[in-house]
């Protein structure tokens, strides 16, 4: 599978590998919510997991923490580790459990700590490049583009 984090080629995820590959990506990546930029990065990383759209972490830079929370409870990846559960508030509009952060990340994947992945169903809109992405199940944080090949 060619590294796709500035082109548009078809990916499969029977393609990607488990255990998970962390790729840095250049994507134009946005996420929006009630009228505001919550999140928006060209310097993030990408999770790749066989049959799981790709998860998006953005670095806390890149993150409008104003508008991020924590959250109650964890959530644990049997290979990245324990990640917080994030909520989003901007005005009067809340969204709960709609991002998650890795703050001591498996030392696989110590580039993550930190950085947000949000749940795109749970926000108005999410973007790849432009694209608006479609929302994996709302038990999964990975983004949908129109390049990947989800059997």
């Given at each position: 599978?060619?590294?796709?984090?500035?082109?548009?080629?078809?990916?499969?995820?029977?393609?990607?590998?488990?255990?998970?590959?962390?790729?840095?990506?250049?994507?134009?990546?946005?996420?929006?919510?009630?009228g505001e930029i919550v999140a928006e990065t060209r310097n993030?990383?990408?999770?790749?997991?066989?049959?799981?759209?790709?998860?998006?972490?953005?670095?806390?830079?890149?993150?409008?923490?104003?508008?991020?929370?924590?959250?109650?409870?964890?959530?644990?990846?049997?290979?990245?580790?324990?990640?917080?559960?994030?909520?989003v508030r901007v005005g009067s509009r809340f969204s709960e459990h709609a991002a998650l952060m890795y703050p001591e990340?498996?030392?696989?994947?110590?580039?993550?700590?930190?950085?947000?992945?949000?749940?795109?169903?749970?926000?108005?809109?999410?973007?790849?490049?432009?694209?608006?992405?479609?929302?994996?199940?709302?038990?999964?944080?990975?983004?949908?583009?129109?390049?990947?090949?989800?059997?």
């Open positions: 599978m060619a590294n796709t984090s500035t082109n548009g080629a078809l990916e499969s995820v029977l393609n990607y590998p488990t255990p998970p590959k962390l790729e840095r990506t250049s994507r134009h990546l946005k996420v929006e919510f009630a993030s990383f990408r999770v790749l997991q066989t049959n799981h759209p790709p998860v998006y972490f953005f670095p806390p830079d890149d993150v409008r923490r104003e508008y991020v929370v924590v959250g109650t409870g964890e959530v644990h990846c049997e290979w990245l580790g324990d990640a917080l559960r994030l909520s990340p498996d030392h696989s994947y110590i580039a993550l700590r930190d950085c947000v992945a949000f749940y795109a169903g749970r926000m108005d809109r999410c973007y790849v490049n432009g694209e608006r992405v479609i929302p994996a199940p709302p038990h999964m944080a990975g983004w949908i583009t129109r390049n990947l090949i989800i059997p």
